[in-house]
């Protein structure tokens, strides 16, 4: 079992940048890919940003893309999502998930264990 703790939410104006993490627990990551997803009020939760096990692939929303950079600390059992150029569109509930396999994916169906969520709220 992989017990996922998602944290560095908060508000931000646009153009600003935060950094959310995701601690795991219970179980070494180092062989899980991990992904990112987010909700929107009112919204089906959609793909934000996925990393393979050892990194070296990453793959991004196109909403996201040049904007949110995924990252992970093996050592740390921590995966990150670095947000700059935030705009009131990325608000959301952000949730952090592990892929009980190494590559990376984009869907929800995929992955196996997921985070509480982290509200990210962007102003205008």
């Known amino acids: 079992q992989v017990e996922l703790v998602g944290s560095g939410g908060g508000l931000v104006q646009a153009g600003g940048s935060l950094r959310l993490s995701c601690a795991a627990s219970?179980?070494?990551?180092?062989?899980?890919?991990m992904g990112w997803f987010r909700q929107a009020p009112g919204k089906e939760r959609e793909f934000v940003a996925s990393i393979s096990w050892t990194g070296g692939n990453t793959f991004y929303a196109d909403s996201v893309k040049g904007r949110f950079t995924i990252s992970r600390d093996n050592t740390k059992n921590t995966v990150y999502l670095q947000m700059n150029n935030l705009k009131p569109e990325d608000t959301a509930v952000y949730y952090c998930?592990?892929?009980?396999?190494?590559?990376?994916?984009?869907?929800?169906?995929?992955?196996?264990?997921w985070g509480q969520g982290t509200q990210v709220t962007v102003s205008s």
């Open positions: 998930a592990a892929l009980n396999r190494r590559l990376a994916g984009r869907y929800e169906y995929e992955y196996d264990y």
């Open positions: 219970g179980r070494t990551i180092g062989s899980y890919a």
